[in-house]
């Protein structure tokens, strides 16, 4: 794992100083991504420069080492990632006259482009990798992102002028262009909680999108491709779907998970797994003590005083599978003191709460290992959130409910006190009532009047109208709902797991896990979204995934072989914070400050309806905690990054 970033500038030409110093800075601004070395490449003769911070995992010596040219001089790659077929790779015919430097997936990848071509290496990958190569002979610079969007990748350009990196601190110490607030991406912004992608927070800065190779030369002219679609996956999946039985599919996919698992455990570096006690990792960490590498390290995170604490059955899993298990009680003031360095990790505004607890479990886990394996993705593939279950059976039953008595009941549900829901939810036994029962009872009121698209787009939206708080521009257009890849899928999960897939995942979770523990110099692993895994969950039919009101039913049964039902069947509780109450409380005097009417926004932000927010949830009227929520992550993102 580890940080890339460079350009190409003909204004710069034959400046080879000028060329170094900012490709330095360039990489310096993401040490925090690749602490162990760094290296830049440069050719003045193009204004071409590939600067690179190495976090070592796998050949820890000067043999891995990038930017690294192939031994035909022909190619120059600086890559950010992990290919996990790299020694399948090596073995191919068209490899075998290649006298290896040493043993790194770097090195696997540059030859490979350089005897078999660059179309065929990204076919064969199997992995997670931003990768930006340079072609001495076409003056051409490739830069390609991974199938699922694990890794990140920002490009800019401004005429003849390219610029690329991990992070958009990059583009900030490159110092080159100035860097403008889209107006459209901030009301997106507000929506979700991210800026999706192709879009970033600034004009003329984008993200590349999962499975994409952009390639410009050194005119300024740009072509791209998707070489792996998740969208032409899931099509065709759902038009091939398998005639299999349960055992069968259980068989199959455990199979799968297993070679997932055993590929992603390959590392030169001390390694472990982070551990929920869910089905999603403690699958994955089940599967690691079967690989029988020897002692399996796990860690988690407890918040006792949050109300809603995974620790014990982490821990209970953790005994069962008898892993060398690492737990850290985690105090409000643990969590709060994550709050101010949230805009330095995130450098395009970024609001889902959870990055908190993320952040922290990553830095215990970076205390005891370099490399950690995850459960992310398990819910998109698999139907195991709990809005999949709910929101189709729910569409379905409104529908036969006239929109009159639709609204009166959504107006009754609002008028009830949310701290009341919280309160009797906290009474209740556990598993009768959802966590955070208030914010569910809440978007449930607010979908009983849409029809399916708005339905989704409701539950997914931090705050519902963000036109009333960014009023300069419009939202960016969305993925339509009705038409293309997603309006070609029959059911209603079929386009939520998509939509899911191809947004939420690469853009919320993805990037929320790449920046918690890319800040603390730990490379976060994610078997599940090995891409034949993706391919082969499209192709089960619908009752793989939910039965009988039971989500993820074939991914539980993977899981079941390993750890025993009891310790798995819990409700679903998601790694989030009291921010209802923090907004309240201790981060009050912080939230203030943000939103102090006379620097709040610098324009981008309506300060009256913000205020009103405020106001509102102050005194209990509302609960708006995820909207000012987005509100204070902007505020604060801003003053760090934008008055620059």
Request: aromatic share 8%.
């Amino acid at each position: 794992m580890c940080g890339i970033a460079g350009f190409i500038d003909p204004h710069l030409t034959s400046n080879d100083a000028e060329i170094a110093r900012r490709a330095r800075a360039m990489g310096t601004a993401i040490a925090h991504r690749g602490p162990d070395a760094s290296g830049i490449w440069t050719d003045d003769a193009f204004g071409l420069a590939l600067s690179h911070r190495r976090l070592s995992i796998i050949d820890l010596s000067e043999a891995g080492a990038q930017p690294m040219v192939s031994a035909d001089g022909r190619w120059v790659i600086c890559y950010n990632g992990e290919i996990y077929n790299s020694n399948d790779i090596r073995r191919d015919p068209g490899l075998a006259s290649v006298a290896w430097r040493g043993h790194s997936d770097t090195e696997t990848i540059v030859e490979s482009v350089a005897r078999r071509g660059l179309n065929v290496t990204l076919d064969d990958l199997n992995g997670m990798f931003a990768i930006a190569l340079w072609d001495r002979r076409e003056q051409a610079l490739h830069l390609v992102r991974d199938r699922l969007g694990i890794k990140p990748l920002f490009a800019a350009q401004f005429g003849d002028r390219i610029f690329f990196a991990s992070e958009l601190k990059s583009f900030h110490a490159a110092r080159a262009f100035a860097l403008e607030i889209n107006p459209s991406s901030v009301t997106s912004f507000l929506r979700f909680g991210y800026v999706p992608a192709p879009h970033s927070i600034y004009r003329g800065v984008r993200k590349l999108m999962p499975g994409e190779h952009a390639t410009f030369s050194v005119r300024g002219d740009c072509s791209s491709r998707r070489y792996w679609s998740a969208a032409d996956v899931a099509l065709r999946g759902i038009e091939s779907p398998f005639e299999i039985s349960d055992e069968e599919a259980t068989a199959q996919l455990s199979s799968l998970l297993a070679d997932a698992v055993s590929r992603q455990m390959l590392a030169d570096v001390p390694l472990g797994a982070f551990l929920s006690g869910g089905i999603d990792s403690s699958a994955v960490a089940g599967l690691m003590v079967h690989a029988g590498r020897g002692p399996v390290r796990t860690f988690s995170i407890g918040f006792p005083e949050f109300g809603f604490d995974e620790s014990k059955d982490a821990a209970a899993v953790a005994r069962h599978l008898g892993t060398q298990h690492t737990e850290l009680v985690v105090t409000a003031s643990d969590a709060l003191g994550v709050v101010p360095q949230l805009a330095e990790m995130y450098d395009e505004p970024f609001a889902d709460s959870s990055q908190i607890p993320t952040h922290l479990v990553s830095k215990l886990t970076r205390e005891h290992v370099t490399v950690a394996l995850s459960g992310d993705g398990g819910d998109e593939l698999f139907g195991g959130y709990n809005r999949y279950r709910l929101a189709e059976g729910m569409s379905q039953r409104l529908s036969l409910i006239p929109m009159g008595a639709r609204r009166l009941a959504a107006g009754a549900l609002h008028a009830i006190p949310m701290a009341w829901v919280d309160g009797i939810a906290s009474l209740a036994p556990r598993g009768m009532l959802p966590s955070q029962a208030a914010d569910k009872l809440r978007k449930f009121a607010n979908v009983m009047t849409l029809d399916s698209e708005g339905v989704y787009r409701r539950l997914v939206s931090q705050c519902e109208d963000p036109s009333s708080l960014s009023p300069m521009a419009d939202e960016h257009p969305l993925t339509p709902w009705s038409t293309g890849a997603v309006g070609a899928l029959p059911t209603f999960l079929d386009r939520m797991q998509l939509l899911d897939t191809i947004t939420y995942l690469p853009d919320d979770i993805l990037q929320k896990v790449d920046r918690a523990s890319m800040a603390v110099a730990l490379e976060a692993r994610p078997p599940l979204l090995d891409h034949r895994v993706v391919e082969f969950a499209w192709h089960l039919p619908r009752r793989f995934k939910i039965r009988g009101g039971e989500t993820k039913w074939l991914l539980r049964r993977v899981a079941e072989q390993m750890v025993p039902k009891q310790l798995l069947d819990r409700p679903k509780m998601g790694f989030g914070i009291p921010l209802a109450e923090w907004l309240r409380g201790p981060l009050r005097d912080w939230a203030e400050d943000l939103l102090d009417p006379q620097r709040l926004g610098a324009g981008c932000i309506d300060v009256s309806a913000a205020r009103r927010l405020w106001m509102d949830h102050l005194t209990g009227r509302r609960n708006w905690a995820y909207a000012l929520w987005t509100v204070l992550m902007f505020e604060a993102w801003r003053r760090r990054w934008a008055d620059i």
